[in-house]
Structure formats: structure tokens, C-alpha cells
């Protein structure tokens, strides 16, 4: 059983992590030929104070 891991800042709406999960879901059933009961999701959102890129903090320059 695979499972996909997504790390994201937070703030995103219900409805649109439905449409992700959704959409990753497909492209795993299809890629891998396996069943949609057959994947997970992880979605683990990260407060923006906390999420750092090219060594500087949120809001990225």
C-alpha cells in the first residue's frame, strides 16, 4: 500500500485539500494499477512562521 506524504503551508480550504487528495490519489491508482482503497494521504500542514526556504523565513524574498 503506497502512501504519500504532503507537507504544505497552511491556510488552504477543506474543498481544495479534497481536490488534491483526490487528484494524487488518481495519478497513483493509474501509475501503479492498484486500487483507490489501496492508497493513503498524509497531509501535514505547517504554520507559516515555521517554514524557512533558501535559509530565510516565510514570506520568501
Known amino acids: 500500500m503506497p502512501v ?10 477543506d474543498e481544495m485539500k479534497l481536490s488534491l487528495i483526490r487528484e494524487v490519489t488518481d495519478a497513483v491508482t493509474h501509475s501503479l ?5 489501496e492508497v493513503d494521504i498524509l497531509i501535514t500542514e505547517v504554520k507559516k512562521k515555521e517554514w524557512a526556504k533558501g535559509g530565510v523565513l ?4
Not at 33 to 37: L, M
Open 4 to 13: 504519500v506524504r504532503i507537507e504544505m503551508i497552511e491556510g488552504r480550504s
Open 58 to 61: 516565510w514570506p520568501w524574498k
Open 33 to 37: 494499477n492498484i486500487d483507490k482503497e
